[in-house]
Each structure stands twice: as structure tokens, then as C-alpha cells.
């Protein structure tokens, strides 16, 4: 081979776009409407990505896993993903902290902030964004903050143990064109983060409740969670990996969501989801049969909308 031929294929080489592997992880429910609803928004982010062209071969999405079944995954995207390639992992579930150790509820024994940070160390990718939507959720940033990699969590700390809704929303950014604040056609992990954080805020402004999960990010890999990044100046840098971290390219679903029919069933959807959180908060002054009968017709309908949405 002649020396400018392997030059022209070095540089070809070196030209060669990075690719994004994508992990989304359904933990445990404990409870049928919880597990329908983890594994709902888990399908919701597997769709939105392979709707915007990302290769089948790069989206990994697991429904309630064992602790192994995990670890099986990550020794093969270890050997899988290349070190100019991105990574990108989403939690949904329920996390607990216990002052010491954050853990991931799965089948199983529970996979704990320093074993999934251990995991994520041995893949070789250039970046890396871990969105962590659990309860508990910011009990896990001292374990998972790492130079080049972000860190999302539903809430700001491990104190924060009631079941969260930020994944709906952090779902909800990755196919909602307002989400892209910049118009550029693509949501970064930091607009990503902005359009669910706000929402979730909205939620509880507008159910009249007291917030419990405040959602924070991590990018610089040495500091605390933050809630909003810092201006842009030579001594503040949280938020600027975050702001160039591409999560999604709007394309198809950008489409979708013109579509009259389409943008109705997610209002519809909306509707039921929070419908279904105003039943579980006002459960303790139910009769119990009479909340689950409710419960039932509301997950039943919010399957079939979720299927109308998906056709």
C-alpha cells in the first residue's frame, strides 16, 4: 500500500462521523401501574430515537432487567463502542438512598451508583450522558461525575424519596419541537433537561402540590448537582458540555408532532397520565375497591392511546 493511499484512508478514518449508543433501563414497579408506566416511557424514548434515524443496532432498551442482565449489556457495548463514539444511558424507576449508597430498584438485588459507575467506566466512549429519573435520584451524582460525562437526576437529592415524573417529560423533550430552543433540529442534553424541568415544575404548579423532586445536573465532574447553568464565563462551566451534547435529531418526530391526529393523542395521553397521578394522590382517602377500578380504566386507556400513538 503506497504511502499517500494510507494516508487518504487515515484520514478517512480520522473523518468518520461518532456514533451514539443509546441504554434505556425500565427498573422495578412494585406495583403493575408502576411497572406499566416505567416500561410506557422507557418504549416512548426507544421510539423517538429510531424515529429519528438512529440505527436500530445503537438503541438498547431493557424492561425490567436483573442486576447480571445489566452487566452483560455494558461488557458488550465495552466492546462494542469506540472511543470517538457517545454514550448515552437513561434510569426509570425507583431509587433509594440510605444516606451512603444510592441503588437502581431492579429484579433482583438492586444495582447500586458505585457499580453502575464502575460500568460506565469500562466503555470507551469519548462522552457520556446518564439521566437518572428514580426517586432518590440525586443520591447518585457523588458516584456517577466524571470529566466528559453529564449527569441529570430527577432530584436533587437522595432525600427526595417520593416517586418522580421527570422521566414523562424527559421522554416528552426528545419528540416536542419546542423542546429545541435553538432551532437547530436537534435537542442537546441541556434543552433536554430545560423542557422537562419545566414541566415537571408545571405539573405540580397546576395540581396545586407541593413539589417533590427538584432536578439538577452535573457536567463538570467535580461539583454538586445544579439546577441551572452558569453564565458563560471563564470561571463558571456547568452547562457547556451539557449544551453540546446532542441527544436527539428532531427529523421524523418533528413531523409527527404536526400531525393533528398525532398531537391530539399526546394531549390525550397527558391528560391520563396526570389523571392517573391525582388518583394515586388522593388513594388514601379512597374506598380500596373503588381505586382500583378507577385505576384500571385509566391504564387501560392510556395503553391503547400509547398504541394509537405508536402506529
Known amino acids: 500500500m503506497n504511502l499517500r493511499l494510507l494516508a487518504l484512508l487515515s484520514l478517512a478514518a480520522l473523518a468518520a462521523p461518532a456514533a451514539t449508543f443509546y441504554v434505556t433501563i425500565s427498573g422495578l414497579g412494585g406495583e403493575p401501574d408502576y411497572d406499566q408506566r416505567f416500561k410506557m416511557w422507557a418504549q416512548d424514548i426507544d421510539s423517538s430515537l429510531k424515529k429519528a434515524g438512529t440505527p436500530d443496532s445503537n438503541v438498547l432498551t431493557l424492561i425490567a432487567p436483573t442486576r447480571e442482565q445489566i452487566r452483560a449489556r455494558f461488557a458488550s457495548l465495552a466492546s462494542a463502542v469506540k472511543t470517538t463514539d457517545n454514550l448515552v444511558v437513561v434510569l426509570i424507576g425507583h431509587g433509594t438512598f440510605d444516606g451512603v449508597e444510592y441503588k437502581f430498584n431492579v429484579t433482583g438485588p438492586d444495582l447500586s451508583g458505585a457499580e453502575l459507575a464502575t460500568l460506565l467506566d469500562r466503555v470507551p466512549s469519548a462522552r457520556q450522558l446518564v439521566v437518572v429519573t428514580t426517586s432518590s435520584s440525586g443520591g447518585s451524582i457523588e458516584f456517577l461525575r466524571k470529566p466528559n460525562r453529564v449527569v441529570i437526576t430527577a432530584t436533587k437529592a437522595g432525600s ?152
Open 160 to 311: 427526595e424519596k417520593n416517586a418522580t415524573i421527570f422521566a414523562r417529560y424527559w421522554a416528552e423533550a426528545l419528540r416536542e419541537p419546542s423542546a429545541d430552543v435553538d432551532k437547530n433540529e436537534s435537542v442537546s442534553a441541556l434543552e433536554a433537561f430545560r423542557y422537562a424541568q419545566r414541566k415537571t415544575k408545571e405539573f405540580f404548579d397546576t395540581q396545586k402540590r407541593l413539589a417533590t423532586e427538584h432536578s439538577v445536573f452535573e457536567d463538570t465532574g467535580k461539583g454538586a448537582g445544579v439546577a441551572a447553568a452558569a453564565a458563560p464565563d471563564a470561571d463558571n462551566v456547568e452547562g457547556r458540555l451539557a449544551a453540546s451534547f446532542t441527544v436527539v435529531r428532531l427529523g421524523a418526530n418533528a413531523a409527527a408532532s404536526k400531525d393533528p391526529a398525532k398531537k391530539a393523542l399526546l394531549e390525550k395521553k397527558e391528560e391520563l397520565e396526570q389523571a392517573i397521578d391525582q388518583l394515586k394522590y388522593e388513594k388514601a382517602s379512597m374506598p380500596a375497591e373503588d381505586y382500583k377500578k378507577q385505576l384500571t380504566r385509566l391504564l387501560l386507556e392510556l395503553a391503547k392511546t400509547q398504541e394509537e400513538i405508536d402506529k
